[in-house]
């Protein structure tokens, strides 16, 4: 199988407010809930919120943070 670029792949280093880091990839599944969740397009979308929103998806989805809530 070939490889699919997917164009929503991003890698950031998240740091909390008791200083430690973690490292995190977004990816298609990251876009494709914010999609379902937002009911739109992130196509032309470029915000703070929605690069947060995210990078929260990832860590959820990596089990790499338990907060409920963004």
Request: proline share 1%.
């Amino acid at each position: 199988m070939s490889a699919v670029w997917t164009g929503v792949v991003a890698k950031y280093r998240v740091q909390y407010t008791d200083g430690s880091t973690v490292e995190v990839t977004t990816g298609l599944p990251d876009a494709l809930r914010w999609e379902r969740v937002h009911k739109g397009s992130l196509i032309g979308t470029n915000s703070l919120t929605v690069m947060l929103t995210l990078v929260w998806y990832a860590l959820r989805r990596q089990q790499m943070c338990d907060f409920a809530d963004f």
